[in-house]
T-cell receptor
Framework: GAVVSQHPSWVICKSGTSVKIECRSL??????MFWYRQFPKQSLMLMAT?????????EQGVEKDKFLINHASLTLSTLTVTSAHPEDSSFYIC?????????????FGQGTRLTVV | DAKTTQPPSMDCAEGRAANLPCNHS???????VYWYRQIHSQGPQYIIH?????ETNEMASLIITEDRKSSTLILPHATLRDTAVYYC????????????WGLGTSLAVNP
């Protein structure tokens, strides 16, 4: 149980285009989802926290108009990188937490490798 | 959330126990210790967490000192597939509390 599926696992896009990444909780309802970015040899950096049905909370320095997050249902959150540039190339990871009080750990998707050319 | 300190890298022979230390000397009474690992180019994987008692599951054991200022993750019989970066995180268990990631320990399991 507690599987989080992220799609696509990798994507290459042209500079200036937009890319959407999906994060689904397959066997549980996730009231809270988190989006991270990870550059090579660095740790995970939290970009934003999203709660179902409400606007995402972005970390300082993350442009909300560039990284659009939608959390329309308890099993799906999407991250759209708008007008992507080569510096947006990174490993993007989502995680989800179940609403069940007994399960306090977060579960992670497989990650999406974005390359902007 | 309390800051954690881990050695940047460790080596372990295949089949032997891997003992990964973590210091969290400023941990507060309601903060849990969580362990995750990240295999190269994959998302993190939850391993185990605990508050003050030692914990064991199918993946690992977690030993927390009595004063809770440090802990050790034990992989009893390390395999090559356990090669990964291991992260120790101290965090309140509230549902919306975010995880603060350090650089972790890069564990290399050698044949």
């Amino acid at each position: 149980g507690a599987v989080v599926s992220q799609h696509p696992s990798w994507v290459i896009c042209k500079s200036g285009t937009s890319v959407k990444i999906e994060c689904r909780s397959l066997d549980f309802q996730a009231t809270t989802m988190f989006w991270y970015r990870q550059f090579p040899k660095q740790s995970l950096m939290l970009m934003a926290t999203s709660n179902e049905g409400s606007k995402a909370t972005y970390e300082q320095g993350v442009e909300k108009d560039k990284f659009l997050i939608n959390h329309a249902s308890l099993t799906l959150s999407t991250l759209t990188v708008t007008s992507a540039h080569p510096e947006d190339s990174s490993f993007y990871i989502c995680s989800a937490k179940t609403e069940r009080v007994a399960r306090t750990e977060a579960f992670f998707g497989q990650g999406t490798r974005l390359t902007v050319v | 959330d309390a800051k954690t300190t881990q050695p940047p890298s460790m080596d372990c022979a295949e089949g032997r126990a891997a003992n990964l230390p973590c210091n969290h000397s400023t941990i507060s009474g309601n903060e849990y210790v969580y362990w995750y690992r990240q295999i190269h180019s994959q998302g993190p994987q939850y391993i185990i967490h605990g508050l003050k008692n030692n914990e064991t599951n199918e993946m690992a054991s977690l030993i927390i000192t009595e004063d809770r200022k440090s802990s050790t993750l034990i992989l009893p019989h390390a395999t090559l597939r356990d090669t990964a970066v291991y992260y120790c995180i101290a965090r309140n268990a509230g549902n919306n509390r975010k995880l603060i990631w350090g650089l972790g320990t890069s564990l290399a399991v050698n044949p």
